[in-house]
């Protein structure tokens, strides 16, 4: 039975003039657009962070250090302001509670709170010989500053049948399954299939989901229920004490299938979700005992944006730029961000910004531009990851004019060629790295390519 719905105050999607939030340095990571942006609580300041459009599971830790998955499946690690600091891998060929085994591209990111490890899960739908089909989930654990491999798999174990996680403090996290298993902590500390139950409410036939708890450790924000009839909840309690209080909902008619990703601001009196609307945020003036009030009011402060992550640090003033990146002499980046390793000949530092298509349909050849700052020779070759084995591409290379673009082909002998098309009928696609080289520069373009 759903508690003390509050319906027309809780969920009112009033103007943003209504909240007037209290001023504070806390920051909102969202995806916009399929891009990671952030801005300030209130909506105000937004800086857009990514380009490309196939972002997803955006999560900041307590520095501001932002993490989120790129169009080709890799966790990219980068500052608040987007510049780019590492990126990491995950682990294919994971087996899943079905002995099937996983594609392995992740979802659900969280960074832990001192932003030294991020968690993060798969879920597929996967059907092995002779064993039960169905979506299955694992989560996982890396440390922050693995690279380019995430911190493997036996070090803090297979958490099987479970998703979402998000961190209570920086040595457990939530962990959220279906039937008997709905809310669970896991004590991160190796070992495979270790958490432990927090509560379940199979008996009154509603489903609880992919939620947080408050940073002071007695509120609790989840998704309800599935579907069109999903709502977003509330409840006051915490894991040591036994089954929480639920205190209120959205109600039954303020149902929204878009409700996702409650998280709390760091003074445990706000949260920000996901709904049909966009990213909302509402005030808490009271919530436990049985009483459960807000200010009146649900402002929308990212319209069409979704997957919202609330934390301490304050917003970047504006987005990191490749001119920064030209100030040092030595810098590695990947995705259209530019490595300059010094000047030409004594002349002006050359600098190359590679382009072309993030995804690309794979037909012996790959394409990629190369924009270079001083005139010269462009080369690039290729790297794809095909199954277990990468398998190079010829060099190609092309005269480039100051400040011009070149577009070059990268071909593959006819072995290599094959073993790339026999990995795109087993996986759907493949990754292929570019690593573009000029007088005195380099850079990298990462391509995932399909069939």
């Given at each position: 039975?759903?508690?003390?719905?509050?319906?027309?105050?809780?969920?009112?999607?009033?103007?943003?003039?209504?909240?007037?939030?209290?001023?504070?340095?806390?920051?909102?990571?969202?995806?916009?657009?399929?891009?990671?942006?952030?801005?300030?609580?209130?909506?105000?300041?937004?800086?857009?962070?990514?380009?490309?459009?196939?972002?997803?599971?955006?999560?900041q830790?307590?520095d501001?250090?932002?993490?989120?998955?790129?169009?080709?499946?890799?966790?990219?690690?980068?500052?608040?302001?987007?510049?780019v600091?590492?990126?990491i891998?995950?682990?294919?060929?994971?087996?899943?509670?079905?002995?099937?085994?996983?594609?392995?591209?992740?979802?659900?990111?969280?960074?832990?709170?001192?932003g030294?490890?991020?968690?993060?899960?798969?879920?597929?739908?996967?059907?092995?010989?002779?064993?039960?089909?169905?979506?299955?989930?694992?989560?996982?654990?890396?440390?922050?500053?693995?690279?380019?491999?995430?911190?493997?798999?036996?070090?803090?174990?297979?958490?099987?049948?479970?998703?979402?996680?998000?961190?209570?403090?920086?040595?457990?996290?939530?962990?959220?399954?279906?039937?008997?298993?709905?809310?669970?902590?896991?004590?991160?500390?190796?070992?495979?299939?270790?958490?432990?139950?927090?509560?379940?409410?199979?008996?009154?036939g509603?489903f609880?989901?992919?939620?947080?708890?408050?940073?002071?450790?007695?509120?609790?924000?989840?998704?309800?229920?599935?579907?069109?009839?999903?709502?977003?909840?509330?409840?006051?309690?915490?894991?040591?004490?036994?089954?929480?209080?639920?205190?209120?909902?959205?109600?039954d008619?303020?149902?929204?299938?878009?409700?996702?990703?409650?998280?709390?601001?760091?003074?445990?009196?706000?949260?920000?979700?996901?709904?049909?609307?966009?990213?909302?945020?509402?005030?808490?003036?009271?919530?436990?005992?049985?009483?459960?009030?807000?200010?009146?009011?649900?402002?929308?402060?990212?319209?069409?944006?979704?997957?919202?992550?609330?934390?301490?640090?304050e917003?970047?003033?504006?987005?990191?730029?490749?001119?920064?990146?030209?100030?040092?002499?030595?810098?590695?980046?990947?995705?259209?961000?530019?490595?300059?390793?010094?000047?030409?000949?004594?002349?002006?530092?050359?600098?190359?910004?590679?382009?072309?298509?993030?995804?690309?349909?794979?037909?012996?050849?790959i394409?990629?531009?190369?924009?270079?700052?001083?005139?010269?020779?462009?080369?690039?070759?290729?790297?794809?990851?095909?199954?277990?084995?990468?398998?190079k591409?010829?060099?190609?290379?092309?005269?480039?004019?100051?400040?011009?673009?070149?577009?070059?082909?990268?071909?593959?002998?006819?072995?290599?060629?094959?073993?790339?098309?026999?990995?795109?009928?087993?996986?759907?696609?493949?990754?292929?790295?570019?690593?573009?080289?000029?007088?005195?520069?380099?850079?990298k373009?990462?391509?995932?390519?399909?069939?």
């Amino acid at each position: 039975m759903i508690k003390n719905a509050l319906r027309t105050s809780l969920l009112a999607g009033l103007a943003a003039a209504c909240l007037a939030p209290a001023a504070s340095a806390d920051s909102i990571v969202f995806l916009e657009g399929g891009n990671v942006a952030v801005s300030q609580p209130d909506g105000s300041g937004k800086v857009q962070l990514t380009d490309g459009g196939d972002w997803h599971s955006p999560t900041q830790a307590d520095d501001g250090t932002i993490a989120a998955v790129d169009g080709v499946g890799d966790i990219v690690v980068m500052a608040k302001d987007g510049e780019v600091l590492r990126k990491i891998t995950t682990p294919k060929g994971v087996k899943a509670s079905n002995a099937g085994y996983f594609a392995g591209e992740p979802v659900n990111l969280s960074f832990s709170p001192d932003g030294s490890k991020i968690a993060y899960s798969y879920v597929e739908a996967l059907c092995p010989p002779a064993a039960p089909c169905g979506t299955m989930r694992s989560t996982f654990y890396t440390h922050a500053d693995a690279s380019p491999d995430a911190t493997p798999v036996e070090t803090y174990g297979n958490q099987y049948g479970v998703s979402q996680p998000e961190w209570i403090d920086n040595s457990r996290a939530l962990v959220f399954g279906g039937a008997l298993k709905q809310v669970n902590v896991d004590t991160v500390d190796g070992g495979d299939y270790n958490y432990s139950l927090w509560f379940s409410k199979d008996d009154s036939g509603e489903f609880v989901s992919d939620g947080e708890l408050s940073r002071s450790g007695d509120r609790f924000a989840a998704i309800w229920g599935y579907g069109p009839s999903t709502q977003i909840a509330f409840w006051s309690g915490n894991p040591s004490g036994g089954e929480p209080s639920m205190e209120c909902s959205s109600g039954d008619n303020d149902t929204d299938e878009n409700y996702a990703d409650p998280s709390w601001s760091p003074d445990s009196s706000s949260v920000a979700f996901a709904s049909s609307k966009g990213v909302e945020v509402i005030r808490f003036t009271a919530l436990g005992g049985g009483t459960c009030a807000t200010d009146g009011s649900s402002v929308v402060i990212a319209p069409g944006a979704s997957s919202p992550d609330w934390g301490p640090a304050e917003p970047a003033a504006a987005r990191f730029t490749p001119e920064q990146q030209q100030q040092t002499t030595t810098n590695t980046t990947t995705n259209n961000q530019v490595q300059t390793t010094g000047n030409v000949q004594g002349g002006p530092a050359n600098v190359i910004t590679p382009s072309g298509a993030r995804k690309q349909r794979f037909r012996g050849t790959i394409s990629v531009g190369c924009t270079a700052t001083v005139a010269g020779t462009c080369e690039a070759v290729a790297l794809v990851k095909a199954g277990r084995k990468s398998v190079k591409s010829k060099v190609a290379r092309k005269q480039v004019a100051a400040g011009q673009k070149v577009t070059l082909k990268l071909r593959f002998k006819k072995a290599a060629a094959a073993k790339i098309r026999k990995a795109l009928r087993r996986s759907g696609k493949a990754r292929a790295t570019i690593t573009l080289s000029a007088p005195g520069a380099a850079a990298k373009h990462v391509v995932t390519l399909k069939r």
